[in-house]
């Protein structure tokens, strides 16, 4: 799906940019040859365990809640989807599949009718019918704690049961994505109470929950009443907040046969026999992000907020030399020039990539009035602390001086929200969804929480054309009349800038050669989905 002169970050084609990573082997490859050794030395049958029936898993993940739907989250809702099931799920490449719903229909442009699947039953027994369908959309309507993955459906006007085993959900508003939203309800048994979610998982997934440890591990067992094809592995214990050195020495230990590990030590790891190695990109591209609300701010020097200036926006996005900038990251990366990765459905190719150009960046800064620069407090999150010194070199560059305030999630999200006090931020955003609508509503679209749009506007841009596009691409069913309409979007947002795209990380998973797995674009790792070879 990628043509332009954006870098193309597939898997098969993201392979191609290692020759340049591992001109900087020799470094880190001596960091992990004691670590090869061992492995190698160790006998199959310790590296493997108990064969693919039995499996460990080392992961990034972390899980907030075993409540379905109160974190819209990779890694809540990876987890989660190994014991719920959605009405409809999307394969690999994103592409929608039936799941608990067989078919649906769309007899107009605000009514969709599912028909579900039967026989379907929940981990304690019971038959997943229409009600508890129901139920689960009002359980996240009604509730003002799961506002945050309810943003996926809070477009629906009405959902009801018109048999025991078919649904009518009406929305407010056509909205051409009701597929890729709804695949994130995950369907809880009719009745349950928030307690009893909280405290054990009763799905209709592949698996059940066998023993949950809170930030530590989650023990699945496979589901023998499960509808579906039975997972190969039959036990799997998860562990979690594994950083990539943590699943590297997880990997080499042989505690675990299957790690995600974005880190240049594991691409090397994985090429070692009885190993299978995978590079791909992530969905979620990172970000600077401006506060335009603001004309004053104690952040900066002398106190007026620079980034209401466009050209000092632009400045930052030609300024940056992204190549060097991902050069200097411990994990592999690739440079991101469009506020969505190039297989996201409103990706616009034709829109060229700047050449890094730091004298153009600063003439643009004098332009603003700036022509010595300034220095400002750019507020980050723990998770992207790696980008923090090759991004602070790169705008010095430019007379761009930073210094960081790093902040747990729940610290940066309160004080980045729409109308905080900070003037720059460094997040990331990705689209699961497998459109870019899933960033532009929230994003760009200004704030109106009254329909649900731009939740997520940090900086409190507004732009009339951005929201009658946004507005317009909602109501267009058709992919083809809709494409244009997103593409435009794009175009007009990589203008204005008011988000600065920076890179995007290549996860990197290592996993025992007897597993086959594909790699899902979404970056979700779902323990079913692995087979023995």
Sequence with gaps: MTTGSEPDLSPALAATSESRHFRRAAGFQVRVLLGLTLLLLCPPACRRGRGPEALTLSLPYDLDSLEPGQRDRLSDFAVLSNLYEPLVTTDASLTIRPCLSLRWTNPDEKTWVFDLRRGVRFHDGRPMTASDVVASIRRLLDDP????????????????????????????????????????????????????????????????????????????????????????VERAVVLLNRTPPDALADLLSGRSGFVQSSSRD????????????????????????????????????????????????EAIHVGLDRDRLVGQLPGPALPAHQLVPPFIFGYAPNLPRPAPDATRARSLLAEAGFPGGFAVTLHARRLLSDALEPLRRELAEIGIRVDVRVLPEADYFR??????GFVLGLTRFGCPTGDAANFFDTGLHSLDLARGWGQDNYGSYANAEVDGLIEKAARTLLPEARRPLLERVMEVAMRDLPWVPLYVDEDVYVHRADLAWQPRLDNYVIVSELRKR
Aim: hydrophobic share 35%.
């Design 145 to 232: 704690d799961s506002l945050e993955a309810a943003r996926h459906i809070q477009a629906i006007e009405s959902a009801r049961a018109l048999s025991e085993d078919r649904v009518e959900i009406r929305t407010r508003t056509p909205m051409a994505d009701f597929l890729n939203r709804i695949r994130f309800i995950q369907i809880s048994p009719e009745g349950s109470t928030r307690e009893e979610l909280r405290r054990r998982a009763v799905g209709t997934g592949p698996y059940r929950l066998v023993a949950s440890r809170p930030g530590e591990s989650v023990t699945l067992a496979r589901y023998e009443g499960y509808w579906g094809d039975v997972p190969d």
């Design 266 to 313: 594991a691409l090397v790891a994985g090429e070692q026999p009885g190993l299978d190695v995978r590079r791909v990109s992530s969905i979620a591209v990172k970000f600077l992000v401006f506060n335009l609300a603001h004309e004053r701010s104690a952040n900066v020097s002398g106190g007026v907020n620079p980034f209401r200036d466009r050209r000092v926006r």
């Design 415 to 420: 004080e980045a929200a729409p109308g905080s």
